[in-house]
């Protein structure tokens, strides 16, 4: 896959013998291969985020859409999936520097950011970076703030790598039939997303579920992220690739599941692992 934008060594301690993070290939130090260096602050700047809701940073999102690429069976035209979109910034990300995706769907049992994250994917659409860098010309003139000028400059110059369809929609990923509703249509085969993309929750304003429901799910040993990705390839062929992102040492697997990689960078974690070996695990 060809992404825009050498290479960044960042070191991590390989876990111990026989810990969840030691399970299947651990990269102990990454290797920027699919994201080359780059200064994607004005990229940041012309993204709209949302308060308490942490998103990825947009190297390491292009790096682990381009690892989960280049496990796929074959390179064709890419639909992406994101079930925890929240804002829509690693959709819309992945639509700006990402080439050949025809596709991207984003879901989230949160309404409150799914405007966001319409306005962000609506960057794609034909006018729309020219429409933002209006948006931005107009904040810098009332605020007399350069920084919306280098911004509105950043969104006349991107010129989007893919020109891919895209919908948001509420749905918990846990809810298979929501979730079906929402991906109706995401491929032309029907065949499902070939690839998700999913930072896990964490943020002050991102949570699993309500509390009586975490709580229970604390009560029965549930691991909530487990129980998540299990529901998340319930409707995906066992080709596609799972990645989920968290913050700490490791992102857990149910047990027995290997992974196809595992990525460590900074404070945050990420698997990557095949949908057949999540349903069958």
């Known amino acids: 896959m060809a992404w ?5 060594a960042v070191p ?34 012309v993204l709209a985020s949302a308060p308490g809701r942490p998103t990825l940073p947009v190297r390491l999102t292009v790096e682990l859409a381009g ?12 639909t992406v999936w994101d079930p925890c979109c929240g804002a829509g910034v690693t959709l819309t990300v992945l639509g700006l520097l990402g080439a050949g995706i ?28 020219a429409a933002r860098a209006a948006d931005l010309d107009a904040l810098a003139a009332r605020h ?10 950043a969104a006349r110059t991107l ?22 509703g929402a991906l109706a249509g995401a491929s032309p085969d029907d065949a499902g997303p070939d690839l998700v993309l999913a930072d896990l929750p964490h943020g002050i304003r991102t949570t699993w579920a309500p509390p009586p429901a975490r709580a229970a ?13 299990r529901a998340v390839v319930t409707l995906l062929r066992p080709e596609a690739v799972v990645v989920a992102v968290g913050r700490g040492r490791t992102v857990a697997l149910p047990p027995g599941v290997r992974p196809l990689e595992r990525v460590r ?5 990420a698997v990557l692992v095949r949908a057949g070996a999540l349903r069958e695990g």
């Open 4 to 8: 825009r934008s050498g290479c960044t």
């Open 12 to 45: 991590a301690d390989r876990p111990p013998a026989g810990t969840a993070a030691a399970e299947g290939c651990w990269t102990a130090r990454v290797q920027y291969r699919h994201a080359p260096a780059a200064n994607h602050a004005a990229l940041d700047a």
């Open 67 to 78: 690892r989960a690429r280049a496990h796929l069976p074959v390179d064709p035209p890419l």
């Open 102 to 129: 025809t596709r991207l769907v984003g879901t989230d049992a949160d309404p409150e950011p799914l405007d966001l994250a319409r306005r962000n994917l609506a960057l794609l659409d034909p006018g729309g970076l």
């Open 144 to 153: 007399d703030k350069p920084s919306y000028a280098d911004a509105a400059t």
């Open 159 to 180: 010129v989007p790598a893919s020109t891919p369809t895209w919908s948001v929609a509420v749905a918990d990923a846990r809810d298979t039939a929501a979730v079906r």
């Open 217 to 229: 799910a604390a009560d029965d040993g549930r691991e909530p992220g487990g129980e998540f990705l």
């Open 265 to 269: 960078v900074g404070h945050r974690a």
